[in-house]
């Protein structure tokens, strides 16, 4: 799986839109970008994922650049619940129909919701 | 709430002892996954199993064996123990357990070994 990058941390005021990028350049065309949260020491949540076109859920969005080698999620209007660790996660598809190995993650990006 | 299930929450014991972590995946999920988490690591993969089969390892010790039963549910099993392997284990589940699946993890459990 493509290695990605990320800021250790962001501030951003409650209600205003939480932007946080990743940056996956070496990203391959069976790759897809995932998003998960870790809210302190519970178990991580699956967020939204994308292949090449831009994603929209009930908790985010995912905007992935053209050459795909960028992603940034959307947080519409962060609340103070979003508070927590944010990673990007780099996924290859397996067109063996066989096993994945498991999910790696990076350090993420510690995202503080500021009253 | 993810539907995985994981006993228990907290786990105390000492070192050189063994302990079982369980785990229930979501309805319907075939796969299932172990990750651990400790301070100086990271969430770090450790096992998949697949409909009752080993399917991936990854930095599982020796010390370390999982398993998983007919009914779907898996358990691991940590034994001569260590004072490094107090962390946060995780158990995730996914429907087929193929590369682009999405995992769904449960809410751990804290092992700490004295």
């Known amino acids: 799986d493509a290695k990605t990058t990320q800021p250790p941390s962001m501030d951003c005021a409650e209600g205003r839109a939480a932007n946080l990028p990743c940056n996956h350049s070496?990203?391959?065309?069976?790759?897809?970008v995932y998003w998960y949260r870790q809210i302190h020491s519970q178990g991580p949540q699956y967020i939204i994922h994308?292949?090449?076109n831009n994603e929209t859920n009930e908790m985010a969005s995912l905007i992935i650049t053209e050459d795909r080698k960028s992603s940034t999620l959307i947080l519409p209007h962060a609340t103070l619940r979003d508070t927590a660790v944010y990673y990007c996660?780099?996924?290859?598809?397996?067109?063996?129909?066989?096993?994945?190995?498991?999910?790696?993650f990076g350090k993420g990006t510690h995202l503080i919701i500021q009253p | 709430d993810s539907g995985v299930t994981q006993t228990p929450k907290h786990l105390i014991t000492a070192t050189g002892q063994r302990v079982t972590l369980r785990c229930s995946p979501r309805?319907?999920?075939?796969?299932v996954y172990w990750y651990q988490q400790s301070l100086d690591q990271g969430l770090q993969f450790l096992i998949q199993?697949?409909?009752?089969?080993?399917?991936a390892k990854g930095n599982i010790l020796e010390r370390f064996s999982a398993q998983q039963f007919p009914d779907l549910h898996s358990e691991l099993n940590l034994s001569s123990l260590e004072l490094g392997d107090s962390a946060l284990y995780f158990c995730?589940?996914?429907?087929?357990?193929?590369?682009?699946?999405?995992?769904?993890f449960g809410p751990g459990t804290r092992l700490t070994v004295l």
């Open positions: 995730a589940s996914s429907v087929t357990g193929t590369g682009t699946d999405t995992q769904y």
């Open positions: 070496t990203i391959s065309g069976n790759e897809y």
């Open positions: 994308g292949l090449k």
């Open positions: 996660i780099v996924r290859a598809r397996s067109y063996s129909g066989g096993g994945a190995d498991g999910l790696t």
């Open positions: 309805s319907g999920d075939l796969s």
């Open positions: 199993y697949y409909n009752g089969e080993e399917r």
